[in-house]
């Protein structure tokens, strides 16, 4: 007779090879239906969003019968993570991060052992393990490992046929938003040596934007338009420090375009057709927009493609002001900290010289590590205070290696089979 394990919400039956404690594993679900998945649902009153979802009694038994043993880790490693950050400096931090290692290093184990089986190495389940992987790394401040996940995954992709062929396998959609998210992102918070996406398949990047860019939250919530502005100003980056680069007027006028092109973006007119929430994504537009244009600014003038010009400088001085003004606004709802942080940052590389806005994102950071349950917005304290102290001011200095900052709490695998 087949031994039966119950929680409140779970009765299995788990199979004979099921290597998890399945004890951790109901516990982490059920914490992670308790605690994670109630601050998440304010996410939600922004639109439908496909990763945010409960961890129903059907989904656990498919994550036991059909998922491998380092799909059903990052719940516990992802739990793990939130409740040492939510307990900041508690007596029961040690025995917390003892544990989150201890289970880290078996989702390592067990992601090793499906890349090393030729029958598994390339399959989607793979992928959706090391993107996982990378999420429970980013959030809990591992940066310089999410680029080793970053480049295996694409590494894979290539294997399998480049982004379109596998955006064709079923599930694998919001898995490749993700990639690409957390790619393009990544860039604009590393050095220009180390940029991973700029220069490659910029095609493809081009792909998920136009086959995917309209779903709900396919960037964050960032505006596809700014997003593919984004995309821009890191290869823009990266073509000025080419061993043969362009001539300089080239690249000072691409750079001009971009900026009038972030300038006339409309988050009025963008958040129009969202009507049950026009107002909140308006809001959101207007702060990626204000940051955008500020990291055109400030990374280019950094490569001396932009000019230190006091017509530039009253523009930074400009979008600075006003996306404080914003991102105070948005710190008083739930349900839009986790789409801010980045936003955050570069208001704090803008405030190298402002006193007051370097006060109000020091205050803020540590509190959205809390909020929020991951370590990223406390690494990126860290990053800006080392950075102000320096006395440099230009964008490249406050980033000695690639960091990411770009927050999801959960990635989507529930339509992988």
Not at 113 to 142: F, N, P, R, Y
Not at 193 to 215: C, K, Q, V, W
Not at 234 to 250: F, Q
Not at 346 to 356: E, K, P, R, S, T
Request: net charge negative; hydrophobic share 45%; charged share 15%.
């Amino acid at each position: 007779m087949t031994k039966q394990w119950a929680s409140p919400n779970f009765v299995v039956s788990p199979p004979a090879e099921l290597k998890t404690d399945l004890h951790v594993f109901i516990q982490a679900t059920e914490y992670y239906n308790a605690c994670i998945y109630p601050d998440l649902l304010h996410i939600t009153r922004l639109g439908q969003n496909s990763a945010v979802y409960q961890i129903t009694p059907p989904i656990f038994q498919m994550a036991i019968a059909a998922h491998p043993d380092h799909i059903r880790l990052v719940i516990v490693c992802m739990t793990l993570s939130h409740r040492m950050n939510r307990a900041r400096n508690g007596p029961e931090c040690h025995a917390l991060a003892r544990n989150f290692f201890h289970y880290r290093g078996q989702l390592i184990r067990s992601l090793s052992d499906d890349i090393k089986a030729e029958h598994k190495c390339m399959s989607d389940l793979v992928i959706a393990g090391i993107l996982t992987l990378l999420l429970v790394d980013s959030q809990q401040g591992a940066s310089p490992h999410y680029r080793c996940h970053l480049d295996g995954v694409r590494r894979i992709i290539m294997l399998r046929g480049g982004i379109r062929s596998l955006a064709q396998s079923t599930g694998m959609v919001p898995l490749l938003l993700f990639v690409v998210l957390t790619a393009v992102m990544g860039d604009t918070s590393s050095p220009v040596p180390n940029l991973t996406m700029a220069t490659l398949h910029l095609e493809e990047l081009d792909f998920m934007i136009e086959r995917y860019g309209d779903r709900p939250f396919a960037f964050g919530t960032c505006p596809t338009a700014l997003f593919a502005e984004i995309i821009k100003i890191n290869y823009l980056r990266v073509r000025a420090t080419k061993s043969d680069p362009e001539a300089p007027s080239v690249l000072v006028d691409d750079a001009y375009e971009i900026l009038n092109r972030i300038h006339g973006f409309s988050p009025d007119q963008w958040a129009e057709p969202k009507l049950a929430s026009h107002a909140e994504w308006a809001l959101l537009g207007n702060i990626h927009q204000a940051a955008v244009a500020l990291y055109c600014i400030l990374s280019l003038q950094s490569l001396a493609i932009l000019p230190q010009s006091s017509f530039l400088q009253h523009h930074c001085i400009a979008h600075a002001q006003l996306l404080q003004r914003l991102l105070i606004d948005a710190l008083t709802s739930h349900r839009f900290e986790r789409f801010i942080i980045w936003d955050l940052v570069v208001l704090g590389v803008a405030a190298v010289n402002d006193a007051g806005t370097r006060s109000f994102v020091r205050e803020q950071l540590p509190q959205l590590s809390r909020s929020t349950g991951t370590y990223a917005p406390l690494m990126a304290e860290t990053l800006l205070e080392r950075f102000w102290a320096s006395g440099e001011t230009h964008w490249d200095a406050c980033f000695d290696q690639p960091y990411t900052f770009a927050m999801n709490m959960s990635v989507d695998v529930s339509g992988l089979r």
